[in-house]
């Protein structure tokens, strides 16, 4: 079993930044990949960011590409998201998720098998 924890989450004004820190616990993630997702208000659960624990490769949703920027502190079993130029369409609950099956197509929500409680981001206009 893995546990994970967000924090970070809070309310800002469109432009501020904010940064989400999910804390990894339990079974080791170092072959994982550490995919962060979102989930505004009535819609789907969407993809965010991932990377990989071991070779630190990362990757982005087009809609925050340049934005958010994913990183890991492997001595803290730690995964960060700084999130920089926040938009009111960044509002929305932020998860933190992993997963031995989420080296493969890791935009998809259901290759991961530990969930975070979630962290609300809200930015207001």
């Known amino acids: 079993q893995v546990q994970l924890v967000e924090s970070g989450g809070g309310l800002v004004q469109a432009g501020d930044s904010l940064r989400l820190s999910c804390a990894a616990s339990?079974?080791?993630?170092?072959?994982?990949?550490m995919g962060w997702f979102r989930q505004a208000p009535g819609k789907e659960r969407e993809f965010v960011s991932r990377?990989?624990?071991?070779?630190?490769?990362?990757y982005y949703a087009d809609s925050v590409k340049g934005r958010f920027t994913i990183s890991r502190d492997n001595a803290k079993n730690t995964v960060y998201l700084q999130m920089n130029s926040l938009k009111p369409e960044d509002t929305a609950v932020y998860y933190c998720a992993t997963g031995p099956r989420s080296y493969a197509d890791y935009t998809n929500p259901t290759r991961y098998d530990y969930w975070g409680q979630g962290t609300q981001v809200t930015v207001s206009s």
């Open positions: 990377i990989n624990w071991s070779q630190g490769t990362t």
């Open positions: 339990g079974r080791s993630t170092s072959t994982y990949t």
